[in-house]
């Protein structure tokens, strides 16, 4: 019944280490979305996927690589893990990606911890 | 970059009470969201405003679009413990991206 499920649930790994989030939405939405919340709790949006375009890329590391191989999904690559990268990442899905129906359903959140 | 204020950042209230919180921007937005956020949960849409000057309801829940578009309020009546959480406001651009609060926090005393 889960609408925006995303795995794993806690993460830990070591500096250097390549490490993938898994996405899914059944919700039938069209626009997908990765954000990172850090330790102060502030919510900021990396990516935007709609339609699996991307159409959002905020200023973020190229060893962040999100790939959405359908509407329903949209995963995320991080290459090279660094201690900065320890945040709790959330996934969304909206039906549109402006306007009504923009409003953004979250998944529960990876918390990704980098030792 | 855009930025939204809000405010205050925490609250300690005492059951019963009513609860106001704000978020202000020197940008236009085109829609607003109200979220909370419970520990180890993600954020969970409350009320969303798509027009200036609308007011809408949910349950004891009462949020704002400000008329300049570029500030929103929210009112929680007659608090009750499971109000404790985190809220976001969201302010949407015309491009679809969406900026968040720094977040308030609510502990409410039984």
């Known amino acids: 019944d889960t609408a925006v499920s995303q795995t794993p649930k806690y993460l830990v790994t070591q500096m250097g280490n390549d490490k993938s989030i898994k996405c899914e939405q059944n919700?039938?939405?069209?626009?997908m979305y990765w954000y990172k919340q850090d330790s102060k709790k502030f919510l900021k949006i990396m990516f935007s996927y709609n339609n699996k375009e991307l159409i959002i890329n905020e200023t973020v590391p190229n060893r962040f690589s999100p790939k959405s191989p359908d509407k329903a999904h949209l995963n995320l690559h991080i290459n090279s893990l660094e201690l900065g990268d320890s945040a709790v990442y959330f996934c969304?899905?909206?039906?549109?990606?402006?306007?009504?129906?923009?409003?953004?359903?979250f998944g529960q959140g990876t918390r990704l911890t980098v030792v | 970059g855009q930025q939204l204020n809000q405010s205050p950042q925490s609250m300690f209230i005492q059951e019963g009470e009513d609860v106001s919180m704000n978020c202000t921007s020197s940008?236009?937005?085109?829609?607003w969201l109200w979220y909370k956020q419970d520990p180890g949960e993600g954020p969970v849409l409350l009320i969303a405003l798509y027009k200036a000057g609308e007011l809408t309801s949910n349950g004891r829940l009462t949020a704002q679009f400000g008329i300049t578009r570029k500030d929103s309020f929210l009112n929680i009546s007659a608090s009750i413990p499971s109000d404790v959480g985190i809220y976001f406001c969201?302010?949407?651009?015309?491009?679809?991206?969406?900026?968040f609060g720094q977040g308030t926090t609510l502990q409410v005393k039984p």
């Open positions: 919700l039938g939405h069209d626009t």
């Open positions: 940008s236009i937005f085109n829609t």
């Open positions: 969304a899905s909206s039906q549109a990606y402006t306007g009504q129906g923009a409003e953004a359903f």
């Open positions: 969201a302010g949407q651009l015309s491009t679809g991206k969406l900026i």
